[in-house]
């Protein structure tokens, strides 16, 4: 699963949802967790609403600063997914390995000789690491720099360390029933630490009802590490001799497939009742399976995701991850969202929300997933395969739940193994499930990734059988899906034209502007970023991007009022509540940009982007969506 920009559940949630929400807190007596930094206020707050009416604000506040940091680290995680990964892996140096019980009594012990820090710029020792010895940090930078978290550390923790137990408190009063399907659990890896492994699958026995557990399937897309061989082996073994009932597959690819066929190799040799697919980089928690094998109990067609729980790349410390929906942007980037305002209603947030598509860890019904072409094995590295399930499992019949009961700790890694700049597979594979799936929205992703519509010349592979597919499961347009599951998603149909704006007169383009600013400027054209408009029929006119989701502000246009005055860009929503400005532009093309409010025209004079009297100036977009 990966976890990217978490989009403001706060806003989001709005008005009766928030009201419910803080209800959800206060009956829940919320307890921080030790490694809290952000929670300070918000210890034990008592379960009486009515005589805690003064401790609300508080209380709000807290739970704005939890969302507000937990959105930090997704958006931290986002942009370093974005960014190219730092080095490309040597090969490794191989780790001594040691049996479980001396590792489980070695604990973390940092020698407590001073010394300097030899890597004061690196992500680990941000705050962690402060007393190892210089032999010691040369290591742990080592071991971080290959996998992208701190193995140092855990090679010292116990695999069965205890996870803080993040449930919603109703949790814990649930009983599930005792006939619930089997189930196998499908580890995915690519040059994982052992340790990491090694800890997931100590996890998987130890906190999965045995009767229901029936085999566990260990997919190594084509690591290189040498102690993913032998090592790995030898304790597969050891544990195969402990558990005699639980089956061990392994499947080994001898080249690297990429995430979805992984993950799709996996369910193949699956075969029990449910399978669970999951990165190898995660600890379940206590009860983890039973939620969500009784929500697919009651409905074979629900595809189901646990909550994650953060644990940190660098000191591996397990934090709290409130349960949300997964979403994701046109340029298909996953992020945490609100479930719907429904939801909340219900004041429970234990129950389980529907959600318009997965993270990427998925637990469902073997068989049902087979029906419905369990993932799309046409997707290259990394990416998109999670939303494709998404809009699949929808508009052909299924539904996605997040069960916020069910919990699983996840190191979210500062890079990633694959390659080093994802961002290419990434678009390809959006581009992919554009054109499978989206119908008159396909255009949407080729926006978001800044491609032409038409003939943009990325190979997306042979989508002839996943079209046939869509069509032998009789699947619901995509206008279906985006009006009835992810409303909260623009579909921008009313968005005119786009590209760089240029004066025919000036021979020059709008353009961004210094940033940080809100100064838009006359610029020669180069129609890069800074430079790309969107016009909306509505008449706002946008500079540099454009925001998927409707409770997202654009930034606008906009001509202040005040006599010959430079433009501005603003928030849209916040300049129509100041009011006095005008955000709304009347233009045709070739002809001039006329402010519908002030009635004054947006012009060049001596290479200056000024705001006057309508002397004829004439623009030119550069790609025309609908005439207009
Ligand atoms: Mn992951």
Redesign the pocket.
């Known amino acids: ?3 990217a920009g978490l989009k403001r559940v706060v806003l989001t949630l709005g008005g009766i949802g928030l009201v419910f929400y803080v209800g959800m807190f206060l009956n829940r007596g919320y307890e921080p967790t030790d490694k809290e930094l952000d929670s300070p206020r918000i210890i034990r707050i008592v379960s009486d609403m009515a005589t805690n009416i003064s401790n609300l604000f508080n209380i709000l506040q807290a739970f704005e600063e939890k969302q507000k940091s937990m959105q930090k680290m997704l958006e931290e995680d986002r942009g370093r997914q974005r960014k190219a990964a730092e080095v490309e892996q040597p090969s490794i140096k191989k780790q001594p390995q040691q049996p479980e019980a001396q590792i489980q009594d070695q604990q973390k012990a940092p020698k407590e000789k001073k010394s300097n820090k030899l890597f004061p710029d690196s992500a680990l020792f941000k705050t962690w690491g402060g007393n190892l010895s210089e032999d010691d940090q040369r290591e742990a930078q080592g071991l971080y720099e290959m996998y992208g978290y701190n193995v140092f550390l855990s090679d010292r923790l116990p695999l069965d360390r205890a996870l803080p137990d993040t449930r919603d408190k109703r949790c814990l009063k649930k009983s599930y029933p005792k006939d619930l399907p089997s189930l196998g659990v499908v580890l995915i890896y690519l040059n994982e630490a052992l340790s990491v492994i090694k800890r997931a699958l100590r996890s998987i026995i130890d906190r999965t009802p045995k009767n229901l557990l029936t085999e566990i399937i260990l997919v190594d897309d084509n690591s290189s590490y040498d102690d993913l061989k032998g090592d790995l082996d030898a304790y597969v073994k050891m544990i195969e001799q402990q558990n005699p009932s639980l089956r061990f597959i392994r499947v080994r690819h001898s080249e690297q497939r990429g995430l979805a066929y992984a993950r799709v190799s996996g369910w193949r040799a699956a075969t029990a009742d449910v399978v669970a697919i999951l ?1 190898a ?2 600890e379940v928690h206590e009860l983890w399976a039973e939620p969500l094998l009784t929500q697919i109990k009651g409905d074979r067609t629900v595809v189901t995701s646990p909550v994650f729980d953060k644990v940190s790349f660098d000191d591996l410390k397990v934090d709290e991850y409130l349960p949300a929906a997964h979403a994701f942007d046109w340029a298909l980037w996953c992020m945490y969202e609100g479930f719907s305002d429904d939801y909340y209603k219900l004041g429970d947030g234990s129950l389980p929300g529907k959600s318009p598509s997965v ?3 998925l637990v469902a019904d073997r068989k049902y997933l087979g029906e419905i072409g369990v993932l799309d094995e046409g997707m290259k590295v990394y990416g998109g395969e999670n939303v494709e399930l998404g809009i699949r499992v929808w508009t052909c019949g299924g539904s996605i739940e997040v069960v916020p009961c069910s919990k699983i700790a ?4 500062a890079h ?1 193994p694959y390659m080093p700049d994802l961002s290419q597979a990434m678009r390809r594979n959006a581009l992919r499930v554009a054109e499978i799936w989206m119908d008159e929205y396909k255009h949407n992703v080729a926006l978001a990734w800044n491609v032409p519509f038409e003939n943009h010349g990325i190979d997306i592979g042979d989508i002839s059988e996943r079209k046939k597919l869509r069509e032998t499961l009789k699947c619901k347009p995509f206008k279906w899906y985006l009006e009835n599951v992810y409303p909260k998603l623009d579909p921008l149909d009313n968005l005119l034209a786009y590209g760089g704006l240029k004066n025919l007169d000036a021979d020059m383009c709008l353009d961004r502007g210094p940033v940080p600013g809100q100064t838009p400027i006359a610029y020669v054209c180069h129609y890069y970023a800074p430079q790309v408009t969107y016009y909306r029929s509505n008449g706002e006119l946008y500079i540099s991007s454009i925001k998927s989701h409707r409770y997202n502000d654009n930034q606008c246009l906009t001509d202040v009022g005040k006599k010959d005055t430079e433009p501005g860009l603003y928030n849209c929503k916040e300049a129509v509540q100041k009011g006095a400005m005008g955000i709304h532009w009347d233009f045709t093309q070739g002809k001039e940009m006329r402010n519908r409010e002030t009635k004054r025209c947006l012009e060049i004079q001596n290479g200056k982007l000024l705001i006057q009297e309508c002397s004829g100036q004439r623009w030119e977009i550069q790609h025309i969506i609908k005439p207009f």
């Open positions: 699963m990966r976890a990165d980089h995660i993270m990427g860890i996840h190191i979210e890694r990633k």
